[in-house]
């Protein structure tokens, strides 16, 4: 198709198109069909190309699997409690001093692991203009609220000027401080982050760009290219990942994933336990392995590659850090080797 195409019309969309594709079997593809009946299916040429088997790390991540069909009795519709906590359409409002504005549910890609799975989706559509009044209207009432996190669905799916008056609109609010973007285009459709597009990112608030990605191969020479569009307009980049079974779950991994992040100028900042969404158990890794896995990597990469391991406690309660611990509960404090060291008892307290 020519490149003028709306994204949403390039993606491969549904079960028959991934098997022609030959991202499925034709065995598969009646189950891959029923999942599509409940949720969303797509993944964009950039991202299909970097399948190399149907198991591998970026397959895993969204091509639809049969499993996605069972729920485990710890699963949730609603895992973080972004419901009960949304007091306007388009508004999630968990910490007083942030709120979230998810002006679309479109994505360029659906994750398969996804933990708003039940609410994205093609048919997500925009927030309408009246909507998006009433969102500016209750933030700029509440100015305990000093940053703006936008998120969706996917906010760079927006149009450059749409998204360019949203961002004008959040600026213009007094006691908004910063504002954040997250996204999963500059990975997943870096041709779509156009000079244009980047170009409406450009604010006189600090706005901060965070990147989702979960496998070193997500940034292509395509999607480094995209996210320097964006650097040079002095806009910071982090990034996040999910801890994922069999995409992500080893040191190697991980390593790889931050150093690339790194190479990308990109400072990871995030590492998030998976949020227990309706069929994504075959995705879980247990804290206690997470934890081994960053602690493998302490002293091994940069401080700079270092994310903050995160879990959103299930009903709304919050993120909190669950990373390994140095510093043990009789004083002694342990190295990244595991060896244990005495504090000297004079030693003040740095706090």
Same mark, same amino acid.
């Given at each position: @198709?020519?490149?003028? /195409? =709306?994204?949403?019309?390039?993606?491969?969309?549904?079960?028959?198109?991934?098997?022609?594709?030959?991202?499925?079997?034709?065995?598969?593809?009646?189950?891959?069909?029923?999942?599509?009946?409940?949720?969303? &299916?797509? #993944?964009? =040429?950039? @991202?299909?190309?970097? #399948?190399?088997?149907?198991?591998?790390?970026?397959?895993?991540?969204f091509i639809p699997d049969a499993a996605e069909l069972t729920t485990a009795a710890h699963e949730s519709a609603d895992p973080i409690g972004d419901d009960a906590l949304s007091p306007i359409p388009g508004i999630v409002h968990r910490y007083a001093d942030r709120v979230l504005l998810k002006p679309t549910l479109i994505c360029p890609v659906y994750c398969r692991f996804?933990?708003?799975?039940?609410? &994205?989706?093609?048919?997500?559509?925009?927030?309408?203009?009246?909507?998006?009044?009433?969102?500016?209207?209750?933030?700029?009432?509440?100015?305990?609220?000093?940053?703006?996190?936008? /998120?969706?669905?996917?906010? !760079? @799916?927006? %149009?450059?000027?749409?998204?360019? +008056?949203?961002?004008?609109?959040? %600026? $213009?609010?007094?006691?908004?401080?910063?504002?954040?973007?997250? +996204?999963?285009?500059?990975?997943a459709e870096p041709a779509r982050l156009s000079e244009e597009l980047a170009e409406a990112m450009a604010t006189e608030k600090p706005l901060f760009l965070v990147v989702h990605a979960n496998h070193a191969r997500e940034f292509t020479a395509a999607a480094r290219a995209a996210l320097r569009r964006v650097q040079r307009r002095a806009i910071p980049v982090l990034g996040? %990942?999910?801890?994922?079974?069999? &995409?992500?779950? %080893?040191?190697?991994?991980?390593?790889? !994933?931050?150093? $690339? @992040?790194?190479?990308?100028?990109?400072?990871?900042?995030? !590492?998030?336990?998976?949020?227990?969404?309706?069929?994504?158990?075959?995705?879980?890794?247990?804290?206690?392995?997470?934890?081994?896995?960053?602690?493998?990597?302490?002293?091994?990469? /940069?401080?700079?590659?270092?994310?903050?391991?995160?879990?959103?406690?299930?009903?709304?309660?919050?993120?909190? =850090?669950?990373? =390994?611990?140095?510093?043990?509960?009789?004083?002694?404090?342990?190295?990244?080797?595991?060896?244990?060291? $005495? !504090?000297?008892?004079?030693?003040?307290?740095?706090?």
């Amino acid at each position: @198709m020519p490149d003028g /195409t =709306p994204l949403h019309q390039r993606v491969l969309r549904d079960a028959p198109a991934l098997r022609v594709a030959g991202l499925i079997a034709p065995a598969q593809e009646a189950a891959v069909a029923a999942v599509e009946a409940r949720y969303a &299916v797509a #993944i964009t =040429p950039a @991202m299909a190309a970097l #399948i190399e088997t149907a198991e591998d790390p970026i397959a895993r991540q969204f091509i639809p699997d049969a499993a996605e069909l069972t729920t485990a009795a710890h699963e949730s519709a609603d895992p973080i409690g972004d419901d009960a906590l949304s007091p306007i359409p388009g508004i999630v409002h968990r910490y007083a001093d942030r709120v979230l504005l998810k002006p679309t549910l479109i994505c360029p890609v659906y994750c398969r692991f996804c933990f708003r799975r039940e609410h &994205v989706g093609p048919d997500g559509g925009l927030l309408k203009d009246a909507q998006l009044q009433a969102a500016y209207a209750w933030i700029a009432a509440r100015p305990a609220i000093r940053e703006v996190i936008l /998120t969706g669905g996917d906010p !760079l @799916m927006l %149009s450059p000027r749409r998204l360019a +008056s949203i961002l004008g609109a959040l %600026s $213009a609010i007094p006691h908004v401080e910063t504002l954040r973007i997250h +996204s999963r285009v500059p990975v997943a459709e870096p041709a779509r982050l156009s000079e244009e597009l980047a170009e409406a990112m450009a604010t006189e608030k600090p706005l901060f760009l965070v990147v989702h990605a979960n496998h070193a191969r997500e940034f292509t020479a395509a999607a480094r290219a995209a996210l320097r569009r964006v650097q040079r307009r002095a806009i910071p980049v982090l990034g996040q %990942s999910v801890l994922l079974a069999g &995409v992500n779950d %080893s040191e190697a991994a991980l390593e790889d !994933l931050f150093r $690339a @992040m790194l190479a990308a100028r990109v400072k990871p900042y995030y !590492l998030h336990q998976l949020d227990a969404a309706p069929g994504t158990a075959r995705f879980h890794v247990p804290i206690a392995r997470g934890q081994a896995l960053l602690a493998g990597l302490r002293g091994r990469v /940069t401080g700079l590659a270092w994310p903050t391991y995160v879990l959103d406690i299930p009903g709304g309660h919050g993120k909190v =850090p669950i990373g =390994p611990e140095y510093l043990e509960q009789t004083g002694a404090v342990r190295d990244p080797q595991g060896a244990h060291h $005495a !504090l000297a008892a004079h030693q003040p307290d740095r706090g």
